[in-house]
C-alpha cells in the first residue's frame, strides 16, 4: 500500500529565518495593547475576580435543589438521579414524611461535587423537577469536605434566593388541577 | 393425558389443567394479574386473554381447562388487542406515582406495560381519588389508588393464612382492600400479601423507602429463624442485607414465609439503622449490632487483633488446658459442616462429657402452627442432635454450673431472640469465667469481667453450609455476601486452631452490585 | 290482536293476593295436579312448551332444569325477584297482586327438580312485596301447600324470602347466590354453572318470578293451547313494563310477537299529543336503543328484537319521544352502571367509571368530537370481557345511542347544550 509513504517538508532556508515573524507579532500584540488601554469597551477578556462572565442558562453548573412553595425540598427521593448518575457521586437517604399527600421525601441528600462530572443526568432524570444544574461554578474549598454538598448548601445556600431556594414552578395540587 | 396445541407448539397435559397452567409449562409469555398458582382462581383481571379454535369469544385462560385437541392462542390481533385495552383499563386510574412507590422496578403493571401495553393513552378525566399511605397494622402499608383489585391479597388471608382480614370494601371503581373497621392486620404471615401484590397497593413497612429495588441483588439461601428451613431470597448490596423474600419450594414453604422470618436479615447485618427525629430534623443513626473485630478481652479491658494471632493465643491456651477443664456448647443454629467439625475436633483432644446443648423452651419445640411457624427457634436441632450421635456423644443441657471453672468454648446462637436466657448467660459467662466466644452478635455485657477470647462468627447468610429440618430434609446453601471480613465459622474455627493460614481459607464473598447501563427493569422471575 | 290475560287474569280482584281468593279462582289445583305427575313429566311438559326465561336472557327454562346432575345432592330453587333492570316493575306487580301465583308456580317448579327448600331473593326496595310475599307463604303453610309432605304426596318443601339490599348485580344469577350466601354481591366465575355448584356449592336453579308463574298455566293448557299464543320460537305470554312518553304507561301483558306499534298505540294510548317518536329501548336500559323507524318495525320477541341488534330483556319498553335529549339520557344510564358495577372485573369496574366520565365531560362542554369515539372504542372494549354481563349492559346502550344519535351527540360538543332542548345540563338541571 502506498499510502504508508510520508512525504517530510524539509523546512527552506528563507523560513529559518525568524526574525521578521517575530516584529510581525509583537506589532500585532502592541497594536491590540494600545487599543485596549484607550478602549477598554471592545476589549474581548474580562478582569476576571471582578468581573464575572454571565453564562448561558443552559450552562451547566453546580446543583440546584429545587423547593415547593412553602419552602420544603421538592425532591422526593425517588433515586432516579443517583440511579442515572454515571459517576455515581449521589446518595440519598429517604424517608416517611408525616404529611401523607408528600408521602416521600429525602432526609439527606449528598452530591460529591469531586465526582460529579457536570453531565447533567440528574437533571434530565428528575420526574418532579427538584434538581437542576444552576449558573454557578467557581465554587472553591479547603478540602475533600468541603466538596460533600447536603441539602442545606443544595437547597438553601446563601445565593439562591438569600437561602429561601429556588421554588420551582408546578405544585402539586396545581399538578391536579391542570388534570 | 390431553393434547393440545398452545401458540403453534403442542403439548400434553393432564386432566384439569387450565390453560394458563399450559402456557406457563410451556414458558409461554401471557399476561395475568390476579391467577396465582397457590391461590384459587378468580378471573377478575381479564388479561389472560386466549382465542380458543372455534369460539368466536375470548376466553380467559386461568379458567378455561384444557380439552382434548384444543387449539390455543394468545398470539393473534384480537387477543393482543384485548390485552392492550385490558391493561389501560388497569392503569385508567392508577395514580402512576412510581418514583415514590417502593414497587417501581419490580412492578407488575411495569413489566406488563412494557410488554404488552398500548402506548397511546386516550384517558382524559380526572382520576379517581383513594385512601394513600393506609396503615394495615404492624407490618403492611396499603395504597388504594394504585390497587388493581386483583384480590391475591384477600384470596391469601381466606385461603392460605386463613385469617380473613382482608376484604374488597364499597364497590365499582370505588372500591378498595382494608380490614374489617380499619383494625390492624395481625395475621403473622402479612407480609406475603406484600409479596404476591402484584403492583406497590401493599408495601412492606420493613423495607418502605430503604432502597429502590434495583439497587439490590439477589441470592437464594434458607431461612435461619425456624426448625422448618423456608428457602429464601436474600436482597443485599454493599451495605449488608436489606430483605428476605420467600422462594418457592414445594417440599418445604411452597410459596410463603412468616413474618417473623423476614427478620432474621436484621441481626446479621453490621448496623442496625434507626431513622429519629421529626421532619427537618430526622437523623439516621446507626448501632453496631455484630462483633466486627476479633478480642482478647481480660478485667475489662480489650485488645483488637488479628483473628491468626488470636488463633494463635487460643491454640497455645488450649494446648496447656487439661482435657477435662475445657467445655464446648454448642446450639441448633449452626450447620451441620459446622457441628461435625467443632464437636470431632472437641472430642479427639477433650473430654467428651464437657460438650453441652445449649437449648431454649424445648417444651415449646413441637409446636406448630398449621402454616410454616414451628415453636423451635433453631434451624439445624435435628443436625446437630445427629452430629453428637455420629460422634458418640450425650450431650447434657447446657447449665451455667457446669462449666463453671471451665475454659469455655461457646458457639454462639445468631439469632438472639430466640434464646430468653442469653442475656443471663451472657452475664453469667463473664463473671470471672474464661470463655472462648465465636459467635456473630454484639452484647453489651460482653467482657465486662473475667477473659474472653472474642471471634466474630458468621450467620447464616454468610455461610456456607447445610441445615436439616424439622422433617429430615437437609437444604445447603451457600454464602450470600459477606458481611464482616473478619468473621469465621466454626468449621473454619477449626481448621485455624489446626494450624491453616487464615487468608488461605478464608473467602470473602462479595458480589458488588454492578449496574448495567440503563438497567431499569429488572426480571425477578415469574409474577 | 289485543291484550291476552292469561298471568294477570284475576289481577283487578283484590282479594287474590290472599289464599282464600286466589282458592276462589281455582288456585293451587295446578299444584295438586301437578304432585301426582312424575317430576321428569313436569320438565318434559316445560321443555315442550318452550317456555323461555322472562328475567332477561331468555334461556328455555325447561333446559336449564334439565342440565341438574343427577348425583343425590340437595338441590335449590331459588326465584329472581331482585328486579333491578331500570323501567322494569311488572315483577313487583306480581308478587303484590298475586303473591299465591308465584308460590304455586314455585312449589310445582321445586317439585320439578325435586328441591326441598327454595328461596325468593327480593330486591330490598319492594319492602312492600315482600311484606306480601310473607304474608302468603305464612297462608300457604297453614293451608298445608308448604311444609312437610304437601296434600299428602310425600313431597315436602320450604320456601323463604330473602331481601337483598339494594344492588343491581345482585340479580344476575351468580351474583344473587353470593348475596344468599352471606358474601359480598358479586357475580361468580363460571364455569362451574349454578346448575352444577350454585347456592352453598349445590345444584340450583334460579328462574325469574315470571316464568316461575307460568309454569302453572303451561300445566293447566298443555302444550298445545299454550303455544297459541306467542310465536314459534317465543311461545306465550309476557308482561311488558310499558314506562316513558305514552299516555298509558303500565303493565301490559300480550303475546310474544306482538308488534311494538300497536302496543305503544292501542294498549298504551299512544305517544301524548303533538309528540313524535324518537326512540325505544325495548329491554330495559341494557337493551339496545331501537330507532323510531326500527321500533315500528320491531315485534315483541326474542329473536325480532335480536336480529334489531337489541334485545328484549326483561321487557321493560322505554318509549322516548322528540322532546328527549339523548345525551341526558345516556349519562343518567351510565351512571347508572357506573354506581352499579360490582367492581370485580377490571374493564367494567374502570370502564363503566369512565364512559360516565366522557359522558359528563360532555354536559358539562370540555369534550371533544375525539371523544365520541373514545366512547365507542371503551365501550366496544368491555363488551364480552367480564364475568357477568353487566359491562355488556353499560357498553351496549353506549354502542347504540352514540351511533344512532351520534349528530345529538356532536351538536352538543360543538354548541355546549342540547340539541333538543337547546339549554346546557348545567341550566336543565339547576
Known amino acids: ?179 | ?527 | 290482536m289485543a291484550e291476552v290475560k292469561i298471568l294477570t287474569e284475576h289481577y283487578h280482584d283484590d282479594n287474590y293476593r290472599t289464599v282464600d281468593g286466589y282458592l276462589a279462582k281455582n288456585g293451587y289445583e295446578m299444584l295438586k295436579k301437578a304432585l301426582k305427575m312424575q317430576p321428569t313429566e313436569i320438565i318434559t311438559l316445560v321443555k315442550d312448551a318452550g317456555l323461555r326465561g322472562r328475567g332477561g336472557a331468555g334461556f328455555p327454562t325447561g333446559m336449564k332444569w334439565s342440565f341438574l346432575p343427577n348425583n343425590g345432592e340437595e338441590r335449590y330453587l331459588l326465584c329472581n325477584a331482585d328486579e333491578g333492570e331500570p323501567c322494569t316493575f311488572k315483577d313487583r306487580m306480581m308478587m303484590e297482586r298475586a303473591p299465591h301465583q308465584l308460590i304455586e308456580g314455585m312449589i310445582i317448579s321445586a317439585f320439578a327438580v325435586q328441591s326441598k327448600k327454595s328461596y325468593i331473593y327480593i330486591r330490598g326496595e319492594y319492602f312492600y312485596a315482600a311484606d306480601v310475599l310473607r304474608k302468603a307463604i305464612k297462608e300457604a303453610y297453614d293451608k298445608g301447600f308448604l311444609g312437610k309432605n304437601i296434600l299428602g304426596s310425600g313431597f315436602s318443601h320450604d320456601l323463604d324470602v330473602y331481601c337483598g339490599a339494594g344492588a343491581y348485580i345482585c340479580g344476575e344469577e351468580t351474583g344473587m347466590i353470593s348475596s344468599l350466601e352471606g358474601l359480598k354481591g358479586q357475580p361468580k366465575l363460571k364455569p362451574p354453572f349454578p346448575a352444577v355448584k350454585g347456592y352453598l356449592a349445590k345444584p340450583t336453579v334460579v328462574n325469574n318470578v315470571e316464568t316461575l308463574a307460568s309454569v302453572i298455566y303451561i300445566l293447566r293448557d298443555g302444550v298445545q293451547e299454550y303455544r297459541k299464543n306467542g310465536t314459534e320460537k317465543s311461545p306465550g305470554t309476557k308482561l311488558f313494563s310499558v314506562s316513558g312518553d305514552v299516555m298509558k304507561p303500565g303493565n301490559y301483558e300480550v303475546p310474544l310477537g306482538y308488534p311494538l306499534k300497536d302496543l305503544i298505540e292501542k294498549e298504551c294510548g299512544g305517544l301524548k299529543p303533538g309528540r313524535k317518536l324518537k326512540a325505544v329501548i325495548p329491554g330495559g336500559t341494557s337493551a339496545p336503543v331501537l330507532t323510531a323507524e326500527e321500533a315500528y318495525k320491531a315485534t315483541m320477541d326474542y329473536e325480532c328484537l335480536a336480529n334489531m341488534k337489541s334485545m328484549l330483556g326483561s321487557g321493560a319498553i322505554t318509549i322516548i319521544d322528540d322532546t328527549r335529549c339523548m345525551v341526558d339520557l345516556l349519562g343518567v344510564i351510565t351512571h347508572f352502571y357506573h354506581h352499579e358495577s360490582c367492581g370485580q372485573c377490571t374493564p367494567c369496574r374502570e370502564g363503566t367509571g369512565w364512559l360516565n366520565k366522557i359522558v359528563r365531560s360532555i354536559h358539562a362542554g370540555n369534550a371533544t368530537v375525539n371523544d365520541i369515539d373514545t366512547l365507542c372504542k371503551v365501550a366496544d372494549n368491555m363488551k364480552g370481557r367480564t364475568i357477568c354481563a353487566l359491562s355488556d349492559a353499560a357498553a351496549l346502550p353506549v354502542l347504540s345511542f352514540v351511533p344512532k344519535f351520534r349528530s345529538e351527540f356532536e351538536y352538543y360538543i360543538r354548541e355546549g347544550k342540547s340539541q333538543v332542548r337547546g339549554i346546557s345540563y348545567a341550566q336543565m338541571h339547576h
Open chain 2, 1 to 527: 393425558m390431553l393434547k393440545c396445541t398452545i401458540n403453534g407448539k403442542h403439548v400434553e397435559v393432564k386432566e384439569g389443567t387450565t390453560v394458563i397452567q399450559a402456557f406457563k409449562m410451556l414458558g409461554e409469555e401471557i399476561a395475568h394479574y390476579c391467577w396465582h398458582p397457590a391461590l384459587s382462581v378468580a378471573g377478575v383481571c381479564r388479561l389472560c386473554m386466549v382465542e380458543i379454535e372455534g369460539n368466536p369469544r375470548l376466553q380467559i385462560a386461568c379458567n378455561t381447562a384444557v380439552t382434548e385437541g384444543m387449539v390455543v392462542t394468545n398470539k393473534s390481533e384480537k387477543v393482543k388487542d384485548a390485552v392492550k385495552w385490558g391493561l389501560d383499563f388497569h392503569l385508567i386510574n392508577h395514580p402512576l406515582d412510581c418514583p415514590i412507590c417502593d414497587q417501581a422496578g419490580e412492578c407488575g403493571l411495569q413489566d406488563q406495560y412494557m410488554k404488552f401495553g398500548k402506548y397511546d393513552p386516550e384517558m382524559a378525566e380526572k382520576k379517581v381519588n383513594k385512601h394513600k399511605a393506609v396503615d394495615l397494622g404492624e407490618r403492611v402499608v396499603l395504597d388504594s389508588e394504585r390497587c388493581i383489585l386483583c384480590s391475591r391479597c384477600v384470596r391469601f388471608t381466606e385461603e392460605i393464612s386463613k385469617t380473613n382480614e382482608l376484604g374488597i370494601f364499597n364497590r365499582g371503581d370505588r372500591s378498595e382492600i382494608g380490614t374489617f373497621e380499619d383494625k390492624p392486620m395481625t395475621d403473622k404471615y402479612s407480609v406475603n400479601t406484600v409479596d404476591i401484590c402484584p403492583v406497590g397497593a401493599l408495601t412492606s413497612k420493613d423495607f418502605r423507602f430503604k432502597q429502590r429495588v434495583w439497587f439490590l441483588k439477589d441470592r437464594p439461601s434458607v431461612c435461619p429463624g425456624c426448625s422448618t428451613g423456608c428457602n429464601v431470597d436474600v436482597y443485599y448490596n454493599r451495605e449488608g442485607f436489606w430483605r428476605v423474600k420467600p422462594r418457592y419450594n414445594p417440599n418445604v414453604n411452597d410459596y410463603w414465609m412468616c413474618d417473623e422470618g423476614r427478620d432474621t436479615y436484621k441481626y446479621q447485618n453490621k448496623f442496625d439503622t434507626v431513622v429519629v427525629g421529626h421532619r427537618g430534623e430526622k437523623e439516621v443513626m446507626k448501632n453496631v449490632n455484630r462483633v466486627i473485630n476479633p478480642m482478647h478481652i481480660t478485667g475489662g479491658h480489650a485488645e483488637m487483633m488479628d483473628v491468626q494471632f488470636l488463633l494463635q493465643k487460643i491454640s497455645e491456651k488450649l494446648g496447656a488446658s487439661k482435657p477435662a477443664d475445657v467445655a464446648l456448647v454448642v446450639t441448633g443454629q449452626s450447620t451441620n459442616e459446622e457441628l461435625s467439625a467443632i464437636v470431632s475436633f472437641f472430642a479427639s483432644k477433650f473430654d467428651k462429657k464437657n460438650i453441652y446443648h445449649w437449648q431454649n423452651e424445648p417444651e415449646k419445640w413441637n409446636e406448630f402452627d398449621g402454616l410454616l411457624m414451628r415453636g423451635d427457634k433453631n434451624p439445624n436441632t435435628k443436625g446437630l442432635l445427629k452430629v453428637l450421635e455420629q460422634n458418640g456423644v450425650q450431650a447434657q443441657l447446657w447449665k451455667p454450673s457446669l462449666t463453671a471453672g471451665k475454659l469455655t468454648i461457646v458457639v454462639a446462637p445468631e439469632n438472639h431472640s430466640a434464646y430468653k436466657d442469653f442475656s443471663a448467660m451472657v452475664k453469667w459467662a463473664g463473671s470471672g469465667q474464661s470463655t472462648i466466644w465465636l459467635g456473630p452478635g454484639l452484647h453489651e455485657d460482653m467482657g465486662m469481667q473475667g477473659e474472653w477470647w472474642v471471634i466474630p462468627g458468621k450467620t447464616t447468610f454468610e455461610k456456607k453450609g447445610s441445615f436439616e429440618n424439622f422433617n429430615g430434609h437437609v437444604q445447603s446453601f451457600e454464602p450470600v455476601t459477606t458481611v464482616i471480613d473478619a468473621a469465621v465459622s466454626a468449621d473454619e474455627f477449626v481448621t485455624l486452631l489446626k494450624g491453616a493460614n487464615f487468608l488461605e481459607i478464608h473467602k470473602i464473598y462479595r458480589n458488588p452490585v454492578e449496574r448495567v447501563e440503563n438497567q431499569f427493569i429488572f426480571e425477578r422471575g415469574e409474577m
Open chain 1, 1 to 179: 500500500m502506498s499510502g504508508s509513504v510520508y512525504k517530510v517538508n524539509i523546512p527552506q532556508q528563507k523560513t529559518t529565518w525568524y526574525l521578521p515573524a517575530i516584529f510581525v507579532g509583537m506589532g500585532f500584540t502592541f497594536k491590540k495593547m494600545l487599543k485596549n488601554l484607550f478602549d477598554k469597551k471592545q476589549m474581548p477578556t474580562l478582569n476576571y475576580p471582578e468581573e464575572k462572565y454571565q453564562y448561558s442558562s443552559r450552562f451547566k453548573g453546580n446543583h440546584v435543589l429545587t423547593v415547593k412553595k412553602d419552602g420544603s425540598i421538592r425532591c422526593t427521593a425517588c433515586m432516579l438521579c443517583a440511579t442515572a448518575c454515571p459517576a455515581q457521586c449521589i446518595s440519598i437517604i429517604a424517608s416517611e414524611d408525616e404529611d401523607h399527600t408528600v408521602e416521600k421525601y429525602p432526609i439527606a441528600y449528598e452530591i460529591d461535587m469531586l465526582r460529579c462530572v457536570y453531565c447533567g443526568f440528574c437533571e434530565e432524570a428528575c420526574p418532579v423537577d427538584a434538581i437542576r444544574m444552576g449558573p454557578e461554578w467557581q465554587t472553591p474549598g479547603l478540602n475533600g469536605e468541603n466538596f460533600v454538598y447536603d441539602i442545606k448548601q443544595l437547597a438553601y445556600r446563601e445565593n439562591l434566593n438569600n437561602g429561601k431556594g429556588v421554588i420551582s414552578v408546578v405544585d402539586e395540587k396545581e399538578r391536579h388541577q391542570l388534570i
